[in-house]
Structures are given as structure tokens and as C-alpha cells.
């Protein structure tokens, strides 16, 4: 609760009594640290998470283990990431920008996401084992201010649907922009909730997102030219922060079901969901292990027979699953010990890309859908949240980088925990 409120400027739990707070404690979540004066690093935000579960057996159990994890956070914002060279010099300058952080949590300012870079690559399974692959071109697909996410391909790759927070980087909300055009983007959706995970519906007619208001989520579906929502879902998700490590939806090739993550009641871990398009029934189809963070980013092979998904133990150990789509035992694909997210199949159904915390940075990998030991790409350092197109031409990421600069925060006063920028460096 200390390192909330050094972060946030407030105590995570509130109420006018004592016996207010209480309940509080007990029965709510505290609010997420995401506004635009205090966003922390997406895993400080899990060790916080974490800190303040309610149920005794899924927090830190001594302070040596809390210790450890805010170690490692402090070695990996220490390193600095950068953008591809690929990417022109002034366009890397303009998609670039601080947040505000702590000075007393880790004194440092933290996470910027560049755009969305769009790699022109023909992803198609490998024929031999140990094929090189040659680089691909990369060229940025967006370059407007604050943070532009979760990039899907229209069914006919003539267009890409994202989330973006907008000018004032204030609300996340869907867009949709033609690809190899310079129109801007057509605005979606308009909600002062975050509107994120956009999804194309197999036939090209509308996208399915996720709206999340607190620790409540929302699927909708909009039409993909603009119009009214329809409201197809309404239930809860256990992750702390939906656009950092995901409640994405996947459509089934038919277009009849949509898998996404989501709970079974407030105190349990995710799990993945099949929703009916027709019904509206969402049917529970894993059961992540007791003490798990859950299970989030589910994806539908191509062919619709097989469901990708992530199990996270912890925020630092989040491993690739695969399993039937219409029910079984999942089969563990990677066995990395490290915070992966975003998975993306090959056209052709044999390979699985996906995005990996490794170095300070993540970046983007590809492993059989057999199993087999992952390879990294050449390119997509940097890259989290990932799409391939249907035809398997085209690679859509968002890049990430970071600034860090070191902020001062006052300690009494009207504008006590108020940070200013002392001093500033990107590079």
C-alpha cells in the first residue's frame, strides 16, 4: 500500500469511516495507475497487483521476494531500448514521448510506445529446420503522438484496425487506417472507457473490442465503416492492466464464436472464453492452475481446429499453450521463464509468432506450432503486440521504446505529488 501511494499520490483503498476502508480493502480493487500523470512500468504495475491480492496465498509471501522482483525492474529500466534504425530519424522523433513516473518508486520516468511499424515479409511456415531468414523491410504504419496498439488485419490486408490513445493521450479508443495510404485514420468508437483489442470479423463486415472501465470488460461489435455497438459480453478479468498484457479476442475462421479471457467470478484467475456470436453463451474452455496469474491472448489456427493462448504463472513467467478448440488438454509450447504476450499464427497454420521480455526490450519470436525451440525474427525489436495478415504478407507490430528522465515531486503543499520534469534525455 506504501508503494501505491508513492506512485499514485493516493492510498489504493479508501472510504469516509474506518469501517468504510475496511470494506474496501476487503471487497474492492483499487484503481488503476494508469492516468497520464502516474503510469508506471507495465511490471511495476503487476508487483503491485500482485502486492495486493486478496487472497493470502497469491501475494509475496515474505518481503525478500517483493524485494527481488522491484530489483529486477530497476536493472531493466536502467538499460535503454531504441527504436529500429529502419524507421526514419524524424519520424522516430515525433512518435516519441516521456511519461511521468515516481521520483521515490525507482526515480525514473518510464514506458513510450512508438507507433505501429509494418514489416513486408512473405510469413509462411518453414519447409526445413534450419532455414535463414532474410530481413525484411520495415516501414512505420503510424507516427501520431501517444501510443498506438494491437494492430488486426482486415480479411482482404487492405486495411489495419488499432487502439490508439488519442492527441491528448487520455482515453484509448478503435481506429481503422488503409494500408499503403496516407488518409487518416477513421475514428471508431468514442467511449470515455478504453476501448482496446479490436478484432475483424472473418468476413470483413465488423470488428469485435474490449472496453474496460475498472476491473469490468465489455465485448462489442461495431461496424467496420462506423455505426452503432451492439453489447455481445459484460464480465470481469483479474488483469490489472487489460492493454499491457491482454484480454484480446480471436473470431473463429466461421465467424461463429469469439475467444477472449475472462473470469468466472471476481476471485478467480482468467481463463479463455468461447462466445457465441448467435447465443451470446460464453463457454469456459481452460482452467489455468491455482496460485496462476490465468490465462489471456487466445488465437484461432487458421483452420479454426486448433486455440493459442498465454498461462501466466506469474507477470515473469508467461508461457505459449496450444490446445483443440473444441475442448482437451493444453500442450505447453515454450518453456522460457519470461513475460511473453501477443500471439500471431502463420497463414499456413504451422508456426505461431509471439512477442518476448527479454534484454530490457521485448521482441518478436516464432516457434512450430508442433513445439520445438523458439528463433527470433530479424526484425521487431521492440515489438509487443503483433498481427499477420491473412494472405501472410504483411507483419503488423507495435514498437515500443523507452525515455528515461528523472522528475521532481514536491512533498508538501498544493501541488505536493504534482511531478515536473527535472531533467530530460532520449537518447
Known sequence: MVLYEMIG?????????????????????PPPLEDDAHEPAIELK????????KEREER???????L???????????????????????????AKRSKRGSLFALSLALITIAGIALALYKFVGRKQPNVVLPAAKVVPFTTFPGRELQPTFSPDGNQIAFAWNGEKRDNFDIYVKLVNTGTPPLRLTSNPADDLFPAWSPDGREIAFVRQSGSEVSIFLVPALGGPERKLYSGTSAFFSLYDYGNGLSWSPDGKYLAFSGQRSPREPNSIFLLSRESLEARQITTPPAGFLGDSTPAFSPDGKVLAFVRGASSRDVEIYTMPAAGGEPKRLTFNNRSGRSLAWTADGREILFSLWASATFRLWRVSAAGGTPEQLAVGQGGSTLAISRQGDHLAYSQESRDTDIWRVGTSGPTSMRPTRLISSTR
Open 68 to 94: 527481488g522482483d522491484l530489483k529486477d525492474v530497476r536493472r531493466e529500466l536502467d538499460t535503454q531500448t531504441t527504436r529500429e534504425r529502419s524507421i526514419r530519424p524524424e519520424l522516430s522523433g515525433r
Open 60 to 66: 509475496y509471501q515474505t518481503a525478500r521476494e517483493l
Open 46 to 53: 503487476w508487483i503491485l497487483h500482485k502486492a495486493l491480492r
Open 9 to 29: 499520490g493516493h492510498l489504493p483503498f479508501a472510504g469516509a469511516t474506518k469501517s468504510d476502508v475496511i470494506v474496501s480493502i476487503l471487497e474492492r480493487e
